[in-house]
């Protein structure tokens, strides 16, 4: 009860007297729950078995009660099957356990075979019409279960939720909800001021099909209409929303002041809206985000329109909305829904775009991968001609006062209109249509028909463009009409536009040094080696990330670096030799060290580190400065200088013969070597040439790394592929003290022995 309680515990405007925390009463048939719930609307009821609900009489009436303010702890039983129906699957007319739900805990339950129907009532759901006044709804799980009503509002948990009503940990699979009018859901129909977190939808099958006025359906994977609601860590898999009218998402179908957040919906989902009366506004996330904003988010689902404004994320972006660093990496197509289509929720027609979609068939298919994960991105092998366009890649459209920052879209967007003999460009990699509003910080790096844009389709009425990268070979933006006052810049495109106002010509081999994304700005970041080109998810800047088997390594970076607590870096200083070989010496860098110059690290974070524990080390950018050239010398200056790439190199033949570089701690040659991107090398005369140098007796070779406070470290050569060490004492062979001095048998103290530190006792 949430009304005033006396200080005798007892509500003074209802006479409920407050139960304490032991006061759970216990029941294990549905007569029990019925009978303790209809005589006390505030009873605390914790399930000791599974409840059939198909054991029920007509006698018991349609609900449980009328309003429940109480606990329904499930203690993890389930709820089975319909009111007083002799088949458990039968749907019933009216009929859910609550009628209402004021300030109630629901938990710890399952909920299957349960179906409801009405053709005179909105607000249909297995659990309650209505929920309010703080409701919280936790650990719960629908299967094939369903609501449908030819009204406004269904789903699993309720109808119509608000007033801070909480829903957490909640699973909805193999399920149907629908709507013959407003909102439907998988877990509520409409929703205001309530949390979601936590929410699963798996193999569900939503719609709305409002099919007499111009208002909207609404249909979502978790509500069709939500307003002042969160929505966080929420994932939908495989499964299709719909709409025969507009507003569809893959989250919330028609989102007002709403703020979603890590949410997900995969590549064997469907979000789709034929716009029957008016435009599409359809959306991986949500149909549309009036207001409110949408935070890393990402669709791979496919989405379908069959009227303007379709996104990987939204259909439209408006009223200030805020949609920042979310990823699409599905399928935006124009097409007619009949070309679309589904069956049940657990089946699907062949011919339909939605089954090839999910098979992959007559598609094609090529793998991508961002911040770590691959995705597979489709591009139909078919070309649908459009009736409508305003795709984007992100969004379908964005209006005055919105944002679209640090977005990515890596998926296809699928336009073929022409009207006449022109053809229509109004989609776009990024954003079909800006009527005002911003773009900023977005890449672009998808596959298209011809009729897309690479970063806007339509660019009208004041809109801002900037800091964004074109990786396709679509020009970037469309005119409407005029330019008027639209502003950007900072934009690169690996095409030039016809109006190259507000675009630079950039190229693969820029995008890939990592040049470019020090050029967009603090909003990007690009791991050398791992990306294959920036990305505007983070402030990082140029960096590189690499695993390591040993404390000690080369290294070469476009940017400059300066030793830290975590990395030392050690330049070639000189070259000594005596009777038992060559010394290279590094010396400690404590300076600024400049970009593009070869040298060698020693990693604090992988000193223990072996072949069977790898650590994972970053080289950060220390500056300002770039190069997209090794600060090497000609080979012909002669032997002993160390050599850098920023690319894979490799060595053979007699070439191999004079390569040096250090693996795992120790220094090594082989008659083929790779060094790999960002990694640096010597170059000096051969083994046998050194060995002929020295009566034919094996030199050793030694870098000798000299640290910041004087000591000194020595890694050995060893050379095994080309000329094994022979008439040596495996004990004693290549073992060196602190000073790179070699040792005999007799020394006692720390040796550097196939290059690790060993205490000799």
Same mark, same amino acid.
């Given at each position: 009860?949430?009304?005033?309680?006396?200080?005798?515990?007892?509500?003074?405007?209802?006479?409920?007297?407050?139960?304490?925390?032991?006061?759970?009463?216990?029941?294990?048939?549905?007569?029990?729950?019925?009978?303790?719930?209809?005589?006390?609307?505030?009873?605390?009821?914790?399930?000791?078995?599974?409840?059939?609900?198909?054991?029920?009489?007509?006698?018991?009436?349609?609900?449980?009660?009328?309003?429940?303010?109480?606990?329904?702890?499930?203690?993890?039983?389930?709820?089975?099957?319909?009111?007083?129906?002799?088949?458990?699957?039968?749907?019933?007319?009216?009929?859910?356990?609550?009628?209402?739900?004021?300030?109630?805990?629901?938990?710890?339950?399952?909920?299957?075979?349960?179906?409801?129907?009405?053709?005179?009532?909105?607000?249909?759901?297995?659990?309650?019409?209505?929920?309010?006044?703080? $409701?919280? *709804?936790?650990? #719960? @799980?629908?299967? +094939?279960?369903?609501?449908? /009503?030819?009204?406004? %509002? =269904? !789903? &699993?948990?309720?109808?119509?939720?608000?007033?801070? $009503?909480? *829903?957490?940990? #909640? @699973?909805?699979? +193999?399920?149907?909800?629908? /709507?013959?009018?407003? %909102? =439907? !859901? &998988?877990?509520?129909?409409?929703?205001?001021?309530?949390?979601?977190?936590?929410?699963?939808?798996?193999?569900?099958?939503?719609?709305?099909?409002?099919?007499?006025?111009?208002?909207?359906?609404?249909?979502?994977?978790?509500?069709?209409?939500?307003?002042?609601?969160?929505?966080?860590?929420?994932?939908?898999?495989?499964?299709?929303?719909?709409?025969?009218?507009?507003?569809?998402?893959?989250?919330?179908?028609?989102?007002?002041?709403?703020?979603?957040?890590?949410?997900?919906?995969?590549?064997?989902?469907?979000?789709?809206?034929?716009?029957?009366?008016?435009?599409?506004?359809?959306?991986?996330?949500?149909?549309?985000?009036?207001?409110?904003?949408?935070?890393?988010?990402?669709?791979?689902?496919?989405?379908?329109?069959?009227?303007?404004?379709?996104?990987?994320?939204?259909?439209?972006?408006?009223?200030?909305?805020?949609?920042?660093?979310?990823?699409?990496?599905?399928?935006?197509?124009?097409?007619?829904?009949?070309?679309?289509?589904?069956?049940?929720?657990?089946?699907?027609?062949?011919?339909?775009?939605?089954?090839?979609?999910?098979?992959?068939?007559?598609?094609?298919?090529?793998?991508?991968?961002?911040?770590?994960?691959?995705?597979?991105?489709?591009?139909?092998?078919?070309?649908?001609?459009?009736?409508?366009?305003?795709?984007?890649?992100?969004?379908?459209?964005?209006?005055?006062?919105?944002?679209?920052?640090?977005?990515?879209?890596?998926?296809?967007?699928?336009?073929?209109?022409?009207?006449?003999?022109?053809?229509?460009?109004?989609?776009?990699?990024?954003?079909?249509?800006?009527?005002?509003?911003?773009?900023?910080?977005?890449?672009?790096?998808?596959?298209?028909?011809?009729?897309?844009?690479?970063?806007?389709?339509?660019?009208?009425?004041?809109?801002?463009?900037?800091?964004?990268?074109?990786?396709?070979?679509?020009?970037?933006?469309?005119?409407?009409?005029?330019?008027?006052?639209?502003?950007?810049?900072?934009?690169?495109?690996?095409?030039?536009?016809?109006?190259?106002?507000?675009?630079?010509?950039?190229?693969?081999?820029?995008?890939?040094?990592?040049?470019?994304?020090?050029?967009?700005?603090?909003?990007?970041?690009?791991?050398?080696?791992?990306?294959?080109?920036?990305?505007?998810?983070?402030?990082?800047?140029?960096?590189?990330?690499?695993?390591?088997?040993?404390?000690?390594?080369?290294?070469?970076?476009?940017?400059?670096?300066?030793?830290?607590?975590?990395?030392?870096?050690?330049?070639?200083?000189?070259?000594?030799?005596?009777?038992?070989?060559?010394?290279?010496?590094?010396?400690?860098?404590?300076?600024?060290?400049?970009?593009?110059?070869?040298?060698?690290?020693?990693?604090?974070?992988?000193?223990?580190?072996?072949?069977?524990?790898?650590?994972?080390?970053?080289?950060?950018?220390?500056?300002?400065?770039?190069?997209?050239?090794?600060?090497?010398?000609?080979?012909?200056?002669?032997?002993?200088?160390?050599?850098?790439?920023?690319?894979?190199?490799?060595?053979?033949?007699?070439?191999?013969?004079?390569?040096?570089?250090?693996?795992?701690?120790?220094?090594?040659?082989?008659?083929?070597?790779?060094?790999?991107?960002?990694?640096?090398?010597?170059?000096?005369?051969?083994?046998?040439?050194?060995?002929?140098?020295?009566?034919?007796?094996?030199?050793?070779?030694?870098?000798?790394?000299?640290?910041?406070?004087?000591?000194?470290?020595?890694?050995?050569?060893?050379?095994?592929?080309?000329?094994?060490?022979?008439?040596?004492?495996?004990?004693?062979?290549?073992?060196?003290?602190?000073?790179?001095?070699?040792?005999?048998?007799?020394?006692?103290?720390?040796?550097?022995?196939?290059?690790?530190?060993?205490?000799?006792?």
């Amino acid at each position: 009860c949430n009304h005033t309680f006396g200080s005798d515990d007892i509500c003074t405007e209802c006479g409920y007297k407050k139960q304490q925390d032991d006061d759970f009463v216990t029941v294990a048939s549905a007569s029990q729950m019925y009978n303790v719930l209809s005589g006390n609307a505030h009873a605390k009821v914790r399930l000791t078995a599974d409840i059939y609900l198909s054991d029920l009489g007509a006698d018991f009436g349609d609900t449980f009660c009328s309003t429940f303010y109480g606990i329904l702890d499930g203690d993890g039983h389930a709820i089975k099957g319909d009111h007083y129906a002799d088949n458990t699957t039968q749907r019933r007319n009216r009929t859910y356990l609550f009628t209402y739900a004021d300030g109630a805990t629901f938990k710890n339950l399952t909920f299957k075979h349960i179906n409801k129907e009405s053709k005179d009532h909105s607000n249909q759901a297995i659990i309650t019409s209505q929920a309010k006044n703080g $409701c919280v *709804f936790e650990n #719960i @799980t629908f299967e +094939n279960c369903g609501t449908w /009503t030819n009204h406004n %509002n =269904a !789903g &699993a948990a309720a109808g119509y939720a608000y007033d801070n $009503c909480t *829903f957490r940990n #909640i @699973t909805v699979k +193999n399920s149907d909800f629908s /709507t013959d009018c407003f %909102n =439907a !859901g &998988a877990v509520v129909g409409s929703a205001k001021n309530c949390t979601f977190s936590d929410i699963k939808v798996e193999n569900c099958q939503i719609a709305a099909s409002l099919d007499l006025i111009d208002d909207g359906g609404q249909s979502g994977g978790v509500a069709g209409n939500a307003e002042e609601c969160t929505f966080t860590d929420v994932e939908v898999h495989g499964s299709y929303i719909k709409t025969n009218s507009k507003y569809a998402g893959g989250v919330v179908g028609y989102a007002k002041n709403s703020e979603l957040t890590n949410c997900m919906v995969d590549d064997q989902s469907c979000v789709c809206s034929d716009g029957s009366f008016g435009d599409a506004l359809a959306g991986g996330i949500t149909g549309v985000s009036s207001g409110g904003a949408i935070y890393s988010c990402v669709n791979s689902a496919l989405i379908a329109i069959d009227a303007d404004y379709g996104g990987g994320i939204t259909g439209g972006c408006e009223w200030g909305a805020i949609i920042d660093g979310c990823l699409n990496t599905g399928l935006i197509i124009s097409i007619r829904m009949e070309e679309v289509e589904t069956g049940h929720h657990d089946t699907v027609v062949e011919n339909g775009l939605y089954y090839k979609y999910r098979t992959k068939t007559d598609m094609t298919c090529v793998n991508k991968t961002y911040q770590g994960k691959e995705y597979a991105i489709r591009v139909c092998n078919k070309k649908y001609k459009s009736t409508y366009d305003h795709a984007g890649g992100i969004a379908g459209t964005i209006q005055t006062d919105s944002k679209i920052t640090r977005c990515v879209n890596l998926g296809s967007v699928h336009s073929d209109k022409t009207e006449g003999d022109m053809k229509i460009y109004f989609s776009g990699g990024i954003v079909g249509v800006i009527e005002g509003g911003t773009v900023s910080d977005c890449l672009v790096d998808f596959l298209a028909i011809s009729q897309v844009r690479g970063i806007c389709g339509a660019v009208k009425y004041g809109a801002t463009i900037n800091n964004c990268l074109n990786m396709t070979s679509h020009l970037d933006f469309a005119p409407w009409d005029d330019w008027y006052d639209f502003k950007g810049e900072n934009n690169y495109s690996r095409t030039m536009d016809e109006d190259a106002k507000y675009t630079n010509k950039t190229t693969a081999d820029k995008i890939k040094s990592g040049e470019i994304c020090l050029l967009l700005g603090e909003n990007w970041e690009q791991n050398l080696g791992t990306d294959a080109y920036p990305t505007p998810t983070g402030n990082k800047g140029v960096y590189h990330t690499r695993k390591v088997s040993n404390e000690y390594g080369t290294v070469c970076l476009p940017f400059v670096v300066k030793s830290d607590d975590k990395i030392s870096y050690y330049s070639l200083s000189r070259k000594e030799e005596d009777g038992e070989g060559i010394k290279l010496v590094f010396t400690y860098n404590e300076d600024s060290i400049l970009e593009g110059t070869p040298l060698l690290f020693r990693s604090a974070e992988a000193k223990d580190a072996d072949a069977d524990n790898p650590v994972e080390i970053c080289f950060n950018n220390a500056g300002e400065e770039f190069t997209t050239t090794p600060r090497n010398k000609i080979f012909d200056a002669g032997y002993w200088d160390l050599w850098g790439t920023f690319e894979q190199r490799v060595f053979d033949g007699d070439l191999a013969k004079n390569i040096y570089y250090v693996s795992g701690g120790v220094i090594k040659n082989a008659k083929k070597t790779t060094i790999a991107p960002y990694r640096a090398w010597i170059y000096g005369p051969s083994i046998e040439t050194l060995n002929g140098s020295n009566g034919g007796q094996a030199k050793a070779i030694r870098f000798v790394i000299e640290d910041e406070d004087g000591e000194t470290t020595a890694l050995e050569f060893v050379g095994d592929d080309l000329v094994p060490m022979q008439n040596a004492d495996s004990r004693t062979q290549n073992v060196y003290n602190l000073s790179g001095q070699k040792v005999d048998e007799n020394y006692r103290g720390i040796v550097i022995r196939n290059g690790k530190k060993v205490l000799v006792k």
